[in-house]
Structure formats: C-alpha cells, structure tokens
C-alpha cells in the first residue's frame, strides 16, 4: 500500500493509510529575512540566512494532512533540515487543497515550507531499505499512518531504532497507538467533536459548532513540535531515542481548560454560551454604527469598570453583583445591553479610540483582508514575503515567534513533488545504478 495515499475530501479517509488528522515593512530584528531568488534548496540554502537553533536537526516527514506536517515546518523554520517523503504517484494531499494559483496548490507552500522533497514507495523492498538508510542519519522521523503500518511494512520501531538508536519518532495519530479506537481512522474534525470543544460553540439554541479550519490539528502540531525537543532534550542525557505516541484527541481537550475538573468536583457541564462567558461580562461582539463588529473583553473587575463609566452606565459598577466575573456574567443582559447600545451609535474608528482612550480592550472582528493591512501585524512582520521559483513574490504567515539571537527564518516555499529526490538520495551515497534500480521497481 501507498505511504500517503489521497483522501478523496478534508473528512474522508483512505483505508490503510489515511492521516490522523498589505505588504508591511521589511522584516523586524528578531526574524531573519527570507532569500531572494537563487538555486533550488540544499544543505545550507537561504542566501544571507544564518543558521537557525535547529541547525543540524535532520528530520524526516512522512506524515500527511496536517498535524504531523505542521510539526516539522515548525521545525524547519528554526533551523531543522526536514526531508519531506512523498508517494512518487500520491503526493501529500495539501498539495489540492483549497485554492490553487496556475495549477499550484497554495496551501502546499506553506505546510512545505522550508522541506527538501523526495519521492518514496516505503511499501517496496527498496523503499523500506532506503528510508532505513535515511533514518540512520536523521534526528527525528515525524509520521501519522495508521497504527500497524509501519510495522507492516517493516519500518517499526524495532527497525528504526536498530539503525539509528538515537532516532526520536514521533507517531501523530487521531486516537493514539493503543486502545479501543486505535485503528479507527480518524482526522482532526473527530477530535473536536469528541474533547468537548464543539459542545461549548456555538449559540446556546443553536447546533454544536466546529472550527471551518483544522483547529484539532494545529493544535496537535504545536504540541508535537515541543514533545519532539522534549525528546530530544531526554536523548541528551540518556543518549537514546525514544517514541513520542500524540493523539489529536488530546491536546484539544487539555486547552479548553478545567472541564475534566469541573466535572470531577461539581457535576458541572459547561453549556454553549454563544460569545459570552459564563465565568466574565462584558464580553461579546457588537456591531457599529457603521456595520463594523467589535469584540469587547472585561476579564478583570477594573477593566469591567472602565467600559461602564465609558459607555455612561457608572452606577453598574456600584451593584453587589459587579464585584465578581461570575456575577457579572449572571447579568450579562444588562451589560450587553449598555455596552450594546452605546457601540451602536457610534462609528467603529470611534469606538476603537474611545476604547483605547480609557485602557478598555476592544478589537475589530477582521477577515484576512484586515490583517494584511492593519499596521500592528505589519510592524511584526506577521505577513511575511517569500520568493518563489513557481510563483513569484508570495506572502505567507512569518514564524512563530521572535528570538532576539538565533532567529528562525523562511528559507524557501514548499517546493515541488519529489524535486528534491536525487540530490537527497546521492548525499546519502546512493549511486546512480542504485537510483535506477529503485527507478525500476518503483520506489522512486
């Protein structure tokens, strides 16, 4: 079977190896700025770039649709060579999904940010003995095949750590490596129904909600990017490799706070609130006088204040109930009302400075239009621009974070299917009668 076979849609999976899961100004000094235009990625490429922290990291990503994936891009960016190993017929799926610019998926240039590309059938013979080969010089292999497969074809844990015993492979699955849904197939949108999280979304008589993104997903990234340094961190004093078994069902549940707790103390089942807060008031969106949507959050008391005395209703302040977040929300109703209200005769340039004027939070609900253009984003050079051999000047989310002394950095956008197979494979000492016998069975 193939590595990374296509699922036919974002919730449908394949049967045995479906995934689990305004240009601103130039960059800010703790990011490194991305390359010009220049020959095709290698060992060191990023013109001008220093290396990052990670720098020296070798990572192999076998993973598909989009945790595992995310993972290492967020590796990558700091410094990490990740290996991106794709079916030689069945590219990873992100390369289709969503919008497409002259044939090119463009979600594919992020996700394959900052990865050399290889092809690569691990269920041949040849395929199976080249990754071993491969993960015998890497660091950390980051895959999300079903539980079974890998062993299956031979590549378990056993194997992998027989040739590099210092090897971390971190397994990003819906439901883990063990129990009863361990081979259910599975995808991100699973693990937000089952944690709880679309059972507190959305208006109170209305439907559960889920994300119209892959909130699960990115969440599991961000957790196995730190399990992987985790793992890492152990393998500095042990000198050993370890497993890292994620599943998606679980740092979603673990972000959406207490919830176990309250229930385990109190019988207390959170109810969907719509966009209030059953524990703080204010707190909601309300729309301007010219139609814009505003967000407004009073966590604290003196916060909470400030909104009352600016929209004219100070005396709310004095009542018994104001004293606490969870006597604010009991009278969320009046709150609303008074903050609803004043908002509404009001223009949105209007309410933001009045806001700010009286330290009081408020936001703009923005689409992507605002954040390419709002200057904040700009002076943090969230939105970044990427040169791209296939498409030109692109403009992509920037990093994560900023490090004042070993920044990360965008090297180059995700590159083309398997471009980067023969000088992968030669740096690993493979001759070309060997590329051709692998060429001829298949594997490449």
């Not at 690569?120 to 990754?131: I, K, N, W, Y």
């Not at 990115?218 to 152990?234: D, H, K, P, Q």
């Not at 009352?308 to 009302?337: C, I, K, N, Q, Y």
């Amino acid at each position: 079977m193939s590595p990374t076979a296509p699922a036919p849609g974002p919730d449908r999976a394949t049967p045995e190896t479906d995934p689990a899961s305004g240009t601103g100004p130039g960059p800010g000094p703790d990011r490194t700025p991305a390359p010009g235009p220049g020959p095709g990625p290698g060992p060191g490429a990023g013109l001008g770039q220093a290396p990052g922290p990670l720098a020296g990291l070798r990572v192999l990503d076998l993973a598909t649709l989009f945790a595992g994936p995310l993972a290492a891009t967020l590796l990558g960016d700091f410094g990490a060579e990740v290996v991106k190993v794709e079916h030689p017929a069945r590219p990873d799926p992100s390369r289709g999904h969503g919008p497409a610019k002259d044939g090119v998926g463009l979600w594919w240039k992020l996700l394959g940010r900052n990865k050399r590309t290889i092809t690569l059938d691990l269920s041949t013979p040849g395929g199976r003995d080249t990754l071993l080969r491969l993960a015998a010089t890497a660091d950390v292999v980051v895959e999300n095949f079903r539980p079974g497969t890998l062993e299956r074809w031979g590549l378990g844990w056993p194997e992998l750590s027989a040739a590099n015993p210092r090897l971390v492979l971190a397994r990003v699955t819906a439901f883990g490596q063990q129990g009863p849904y361990a081979r259910r197939p599975g995808f991100g949108t699973l693990a937000e129904a089952m944690s709880g999280f679309a059972a507190i979304t959305g208006e109170p008589d209305g439907p559960p909600t889920l994300p119209p993104f892959g909130l699960a997903d990115s969440i599991a990234a961000l957790t196995c990017a730190y399990a992987v340094m985790t793992a890492l961190a152990g393998r500095d004093r042990t000198g050993q490799g370890q497993v890292v078994d994620l599943a998606i069902i679980e740092p979603i549940l673990t972000v959406l706070g207490p919830h176990p707790l309250w229930y385990d103390q109190l019988g207390y089942v959170q109810p969907r609130t719509g966009n209030r807060s059953a524990n703080n008031a204010p707190r909601n969106t309300y729309r301007s006088a010219d139609g814009r949507w505003l967000a407004v959050s009073a966590s604290a008391r003196s916060i909470a204040e400030r909104v009352v005395r600016l929209v004219g209703r100070p005396e709310l302040a004095d009542e018994p109930w104001f004293g606490t977040g969870s006597g604010r929300a009991a009278h969320t109703h009046v709150l609303d009302e008074a903050v609803g209200g004043w908002i509404a005769r009001h223009k949105a340039e209007e309410v933001v400075m009045a806001f700010e004027e009286a330290e009081a939070a408020v936001a703009l609900v923005y689409d992507v239009r605002d954040v390419m253009a709002d200057p904040q984003f700009a002076a943090l050079d969230t939105v970044t621009e990427v040169e791209d051999p296939e498409l030109g000047p692109l403009r992509m989310q920037n990093v994560l974070f900023r490090l004042s002394g070993t920044p990360g950095g965008i090297r180059w956008a995700g590159r083309p299917h398997g471009a980067d197979t023969e000088a992968v494979l030669t740096e690993l000492g493979l001759t070309r009668a060997e590329l051709t016998a692998l060429r001829t069975e298949g594997a490449l």
